[in-house]
């Protein structure tokens, strides 16, 4: 049993494999947290709470004691767990227990993509019911414990049960009051082109803030964060993370008093989230995906990945190998016609590459990015045979076709926008700010929804489409439904992502052999809301495979490489201008879902031999990297050499991947060490031929030569000796 409650207690003791999470109800109806770090064995814990008893009369228990429930107004002056207005007009919330329930299974959340269960024995759900006596206002706090991922998932359904109405001005997912004052927070930071930066500060006495208010998850912040101890290192120590299964703007952070306690919080951003709930409303927080480890960041990382990869994504896609794929964005731009197309295609599959994707450019009239946004039909003066036509022709070459489109927006130039200037995001007699000269479709409304849904549909209905990569290219403005009245308004950014994930929902499951791609600019909308309709997505339009270790490396903290697309494009890199090798390229990109983006015709016969022993590594290991377990060994934020491994989930293939940046001069050759093989177990190098046994490598290493000049890689393949 993974939750047990202690009547005598009022303790609830949470475990999963490796994790405790405890909770009390104080005699005042207080729900208290009294731990959440390394499993415990069962004891009462009460005792814990001295930490922080007594102390100045300047502080109430509200600020000094752990609540795990909190909310502004009575004593404590963080970032509230619930913060609602009551008819009175004040934002007091004073929640206290009403009973308990513990579930086998995992209840789905209306509407809101989540974590699941392929049957009720992989997890239990404790539901805590509190209320605030004087609104009415209820929360069901939900805790799951999927105990073999060793996760822990929470969300909140808050009910008014008053009779009048309550605006929330704040919900958070999770809010975790935690002893100690001495950790550090690890974030992901960016921007176009530069995302997931890992970001390590000292949390010492601060607040901090680590946010998006753009109406999508963003390029500039992740909705992940870990705090860590100063010690605590990729192989040991101890980590605290909250990943939120969301797509829009959020807020986490952390809030730390003055007698040693440390809250981290993770949830909707309260600045652009404000709800009515009228009367017997209800409303439902996203889901937080907690994960301990006291074994460092991999490890964290490592039951992200398991977890993601086989109860977030869903679909045929989940575990089929993904295919390698020509994109010709890179290639083309906006500057082709079926025929370029064609032969991009053929020599696609000289060197056996199985997809074959069409970006940008192919509907209504659009020559470059200034118009035809929501014109989902295609452009025959470049395409005459249609997409059918040319889906059919790419077919009979034995490549499968994919597509791209933008659905959520509306270029100003375009038909849509001329029938139905009222369906972006505005407010009237405003200026209609925008960017990459688009607008975005207000998909909080219904008929806008209905449209993208056939609109998109009836393109994949018309042709044999196998592929779609789903963009957003801009964040929002003026994000208001001009329907809704003004009392609503504020609700107008969360009903836009439950209206996107209304949109997504019909459509993945209308076409369940469609693999799904998503994008926003690159990785503006890189997180786990967004995995669970499509099991992949373009890591960033920063192709230049020293820029990508760095991506790659830091997308990893919370998201399985089976998440990423990774492709390779032309030297001079487009985003830098760096010169690397083919083999570079290709070495970094097999990291994820492999592709190209480049005019092959372009290409020297070296090359594109080159690029043809990379199609048949990818294919040789993909299952490996897809499915496996990825370690990273040595990072990019650090020196000159960057390293991870992959191994196959019946331990039989081990992937090395090694890079150097800059060349040195008469260097000794560095060794890198593997991880996680079987220490008597014998290891076959498949390219020199050479057996190891799996300990020798992990403590002597491996040196390993590169070739001369900047930017090299090694991927070494062993496999274990039968
Ligand atoms: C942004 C994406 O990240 C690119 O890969 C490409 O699809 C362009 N949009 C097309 O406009």
Redesign the pocket.
Known sequence: MSILYDAKTSIFHLSGTGFSYCLKISPEGQLLNLYWGARLPQADLSYLLQSFEGGASFDMEEYRMPIESVSRGSGFFGAPLVQAVNGQGDDLTQLRYVSHEILSGKPALAGLPAVYTESDGEAQTLIIKMRDALTGLTANLQYTVMEGYDVLTRSMVLKNEGQGDLLLTGTQSANVPMYGDDYELIHLHGGWARERSVQRVPVGKASIRVQSLRGASSHEQNPFVALVKPDTTEFAGEAWAMNLVYSGSFQAGTDVNNRALTRLFIGLNPETNRWLLASGDTFTTPEAVLVYSNQGLNAMSRKYHALYRSRLCRGKWRDAPRPVLINN?EGTYFDFNEEKILEIARRAKEIEVELFVL??GWFGKRDQ?NCSLGDWVVDRRKLPDGIDGLAKKINEMGLKFGL?FEPEMVSPNSDLYRAHPDWCLHVEGRKRSEARQQLILDLSRKEVQDYIIEAVSAVLRSAPISYV?W?M?RNMTEAFNCTLPAGRKMETQHRYMLGLYRVLEEIVSAFPEVLFES?S??GGRFDAGLLYYMPQT?TS?DTDPVERLKIQYGTSMAYPPSAMGAHVSASPNHQTGRMTSMRMRGEVAIGGNFGFELDLSKLSPEDLETAKALVREVKAIRQTVQQGTFTRLLSPFEGNCTAWQFMSADREQAVLCAYKRLAEPDAALQRFTLRDLEEEALYRDQESGAVYPGGVLMHAGLPVKFDRGDYQSRVIRFEKVK
């Open positions: 964005w970006d940008d990015d791209w990569k963009d290219n994008c600019g690159g373009w339009d």
